[in-house]
């Protein structure tokens, strides 16, 4: 019987008995292909820049690594290398491929590496070595090789190189070793945190004191302390290290077996980037045998400066005196002497001068005692006279303490010599009178410490007494005619402007400085030295100070108008109290404003003691100056104690080398190479330097030859008025 046919039987039939297919049938499947392919070409596409991208970020993380990378062959060949290689290498690319890498190997480690490199080539694990390479200016680099072999698919071996940079690491190693080096030498060496807690200490410092390392850290230095010195001493030896880094000196320290020792210390501190102290160093040095018991009880009992007896051997005569006054009725005084205004003379003109003023003082005070008194320099500019057996009558007593601290007031404002130089200084008083009262020695030094205090506070250059029932007896001072005459002189307009030259090594006046002077109606002319410190005193170097200021700016606002004078700079002295004044800088725009001056035209000189209390505010304050035109050099360079970490900060255009340091530059050997240093740290900083005080053509030279080009002194011309002074500069000059 014959089966029915289906349509599921037509995939089944030959070609040509199948049904007729339309045409948008048979075009369909070439479409559904081609979409297909364009699908797998945009998929290829996709890839190929992955691909690309992963490539270059593979070349950028290769030649910008941290570290350099080099591809060695078997025969030692360099055949890759990143750019971080060619930068510490110090050569390019197409210097470093197919040329030997044992041609950058320093001579002496080339067997070395020759030895290395055969082995790393046998090896499967990494290695290491440390060489010296040389770069472009055959300068000496030290680097640390990691190595590692692999193969290539043909099997030929490569060595794979990172190049390490370790040039820090080994001069930090030396250090180390220096270091070490150094802290076991025969000096005791004692390191403390920035608390005073012991850190370290060496070997010496343990055959000095019989401290062993142990015993010693975690104390503070007051493990060795003598007893000999009272805690003012050692507060003022911590004062001096935090303020100027170091301290020096002799002192007296106790071993552990409880024997006292002198020895030469010194103290230095150690900071930050940020200029904080993070440690301290102690530098002993066992001198006692160089001393004898008599320079032992010389520095126990009397101070090493003024040779006077001090604090503690005061104390013990007071005692004694104290005891015998009870007995014999007969009453004494305790006068407490404090310099004025001493501070301001370290800090303006070194420390030198200040001990220079210390050691006349002492004289002056040890000349005005009798026999039987006590002078004594308790530290810094703090004396002591101890006068016994005055009358026993305190009414007596009293009038012959009273002339003997007239005495005195007025030895110590008698001017001064310091190094040729004259300086005048004038002392605060403050007397108690002892006798039956019941006062222990500690309790009439600390009336009298507070007495005098009174007579700060009275203007100073005075003296006060202090009786039983705490007041203060009023007493003249003797400074108030003179402050007075100063007072009616700012005034009175008593006081006028001399005008001294500065010139170029071309002998051509650039500029001037403006010094002032006071006329006195009885005294004549008075020089600034003399009444310059009184007016800082008084609170009339704010009056002063303006009155030079207005009239420099009024003159410069003439000489503008003058062909022979519009080019010149004038430069006027600015105290620190005046420059400390809160509206300073708006008092010079204003007084520049109002006469009508050039700002380029003015310059003001500083002393570096105006960076002793604010050096952000100093800073700020000059910036402003700068900022406006005006000029700004720092007077008497090198004379003061500020930090050089500043200089680099301040908006400075000169330095002026101080004519101490010129004087005789020609002949000592100190002052020569402070004024070459100056010379050179100006030029480095890109400042103008300037010398004051020349006076001979020898000196110029010296200077010239060792590149100032800015000069000052008697040489070319002393300070002249107005007048002489603009005839000086020539007929060209309208008057």
């Known amino acids: 019987m014959?089966?029915?046919?289906?349509?599921?039987?037509?995939?089944?039939?030959?070609?040509?008995?199948?049904?007729?297919?339309?045409?948008?049938?048979?075009?369909?499947?070439?479409?559904?292909?081609?979409?297909?392919?364009?699908?797998?070409?945009?998929?290829?596409?996709?890839?190929?820049v992955a691909l690309e991208t992963a490539h270059d970020r593979f070349v950028d993380l290769y030649d910008f690594a941290p570290v350099g990378y080099l591809t060695l062959n078997a025969q030692g060949m360099i055949v890759e290398a990143n750019l971080t290689a060619t930068g510490l290498l110090g050569k390019e690319r197409r210097q470093l491929l197919k040329h030997a890498f044992v041609r950058l190997v320093t001579a002496e480690d080339s067997h070395r590496w020759h030895l290395y490199f055969r082995d790393a080539l046998k090896r499967e694990d990494p290695s290491r070595i440390e060489l010296t390479l040389k770069t472009r200016d055959d300068h000496a680099l030290?680097?640390?090789?990691?190595?590692?072999?692999?193969?290539?698919?043909?099997?030929?071996?490569?060595?794979?190189?990172?190049?390490?940079?370790?040039?820090?690491?080994?001069?930090?190693?030396?250090?180390?070793?220096?270091?070490?080096?150094?802290?076991?030498?025969?000096?005791?060496?004692?390191?403390?945190?920035?608390?005073?807690?012991?850190?370290?200490?060496?070997?010496?410092?343990?055959?000095?004191?019989?401290?062993?390392?142990?015993?010693?850290?975690?104390?503070?230095?007051?493990?060795?302390?003598?007893?000999?010195?009272?805690?003012?001493?050692?507060?003022?030896?911590?004062?001096?290290?935090?303020?100027?880094?170091?301290?020096?000196?002799?002192?007296?320290?106790?071993?552990?077996?409880?024997?006292v020792y002198p020895e030469w210390l010194t103290i230095t501190a150690v900071t930050d980037q940020k200029k904080k102290v993070t440690q301290y160093v102690y530098t002993m040095v066992d001198i006692s045998q160089r001393k004898s018991w008599e320079e032992i009880n010389q520095l126990a009992f009397y101070d090493a400066l003024t040779l006077l007896p001090n604090r503690r051997l005061l104390m013990d005569r007071l005692h004694q005196v104290l005891a015998t006054s009870a007995r014999t009725r007969l009453e004494g005084a305790l006068m407490f002497i404090d310099l004025d205004h001493f501070?301001?003379?370290?800090d303006t003109h070194g420390h030198d001068k200040g001990d220079l003023l210390l050691?006349?003082?002492?004289?002056?005070?040890?000349?005005?005692?009798?026999?039987?008194?006590?002078?004594?320099?308790?530290?810094?500019?703090?004396?002591?006279?101890?006068?016994?057996?005055?009358?026993?009558?305190?009414?007596?007593?009293?009038?012959?303490?009273?002339?003997?601290?007239?005495?005195?007031?007025?030895?110590?404002?008698?001017?001064?010599q310091l190094a040729?130089?004259?300086?005048?200084?004038?002392?605060?008083?403050?007397?108690v009178l002892f006798g039956d009262r019941q006062y222990n020695a500690a309790e009439l030094l600390k009336q009298a410490d507070l007495t005098m205090y009174q007579a700060k506070a009275a203007g100073r250059n005075t003296m006060r007494f202090f009786d039983g029932d705490g007041d203060v007896q009023a007493a003249v001072s003797i400074g108030a005619a003179l402050k007075y005459d100063l007072r009616q002189g700012v005034l009175g307009n008593q006081f006028l402007l001399y005008f001294q030259p500065?010139?170029?090594?071309?002998?051509?006046?650039?500029?001037?400085?403006?010094?002032?002077?006071?006329?006195?109606?009885?005294?004549g002319l008075i020089l600034p030295s003399e009444f310059i410190p009184l007016a800082e005193d008084s609170g009339l170097i704010e009056s002063l100070g303006q009155w030079v200021l207005n009239m420099a700016c009024a003159q410069l606002s003439q000489w503008a108008t003058r062909p022979a004078t519009a080019h010149l700079t004038l430069a006027i002295n600015i105290s620190a109290l005046q420059f400390r004044q809160p509206d300073f800088v708006e008092r010079v725009i204003t007084a520049l404003e109002r006469a009508g001056a050039d700002p380029k035209k003015l310059k003001l000189e500083l002393t570096e003691s105006v960076m002793l209390d604010d050096v952000e505010g100093t800073i700020e304050k000059m910036a402003t100056l700068t900022a406006?035109?005006?000029?700004?050099?720092?007077?008497?360079?090198?004379?003061?104690?500020?930090?050089?970490s500043y200089?680099?900060?301040?908006?400075?255009?000169?330095?002026k080398i101080d004519k101490s340091f010129i004087h005789d530059v020609l002949t000592n050997r100190n002052d020569a190479a402070i004024a070459c240093t100056v010379l050179t740290l100006g030029h480095t900083l890109g400042l103008a330097v300037i010398a004051e005080g020349v006076e001979t053509e020898a000196q110029r030279e010296f200077l010239g030859l060792h590149g100032c080009h800015g000069f000052q002194g008697y040489l070319f011309s002393r300070p002249m008025p107005l007048k002489e002074f603009e005839q000086h500069l020539g007929n060209s000059v309208p008057f």
């Not at 349509?7 to 070439?30: G, K, N, Y």
């Not at 010139?503 to 006071?518: P, S």
Request: with cysteine; hydrophobic share 40%; charged share 25%.
């Open 628 to 644: 406006h035109g005006v000029g700004l050099s720092l007077d008497d360079f090198g004379t003061g104690y500020s930090s050089l």
């Open 142 to 259: 030290h680097v640390q090789l990691d190595s590692v072999r692999v193969m290539t698919q043909e099997a030929v071996p490569l060595l794979r190189i990172t190049l390490t940079d370790i040039g820090e690491r080994k001069a930090a190693e030396a250090e180390l070793r220096i270091a070490a080096a150094a802290f076991e030498t025969q000096e005791g060496i004692m390191i403390t945190d920035a608390n005073w807690v012991i850190l370290r200490v060496n070997r010496a410092f343990s055959d000095i004191t019989g401290y062993c390392a142990e015993e010693a850290i975690g104390k503070t230095p007051s493990l060795v302390h003598s007893g000999l010195h009272d805690e003012s001493f050692y507060e003022a030896i911590r004062e001096s290290v935090n303020c100027f880094g170091l301290w020096q000196g002799e002192v007296l320290s106790r071993r552990k077996n409880d024997k």
């Open 420 to 431: 040729g130089h004259e300086y005048h200084s004038t002392a605060s008083i403050g007397i």
């Open 359 to 416: 050691l006349q003082v002492a004289q002056r005070l040890t000349e005005c005692a009798r026999a039987g008194d006590t002078v004594a320099r308790l530290g810094g500019d703090e004396f002591v006279l101890m006068l016994a057996d005055l009358s026993e009558h305190p009414v007596e007593a009293a009038a012959q303490a009273k002339t003997a601290g007239e005495k005195i007031v007025a030895e110590l404002r008698k001017p001064y």
């Open 2 to 48: 014959p089966q029915k046919w289906k349509a599921s039987d037509q995939a089944e039939l030959p070609l040509l008995m199948q049904p007729t297919m339309r045409p948008e049938e048979l075009l369909h499947e070439p479409q559904v292909h081609q979409v297909e392919l364009e699908m797998q070409n945009e998929e290829l596409r996709r890839a190929q």
């Open 502 to 523: 500065q010139m170029d090594d071309h002998q051509h006046i650039t500029g001037v400085e403006a010094l002032v002077r006071w006329q006195h109606p009885q005294r």
């Open 647 to 655: 200089l680099k900060r301040l908006p400075l255009g000169q330095l």
């Open 343 to 346: 501070k301001t003379l370290n």
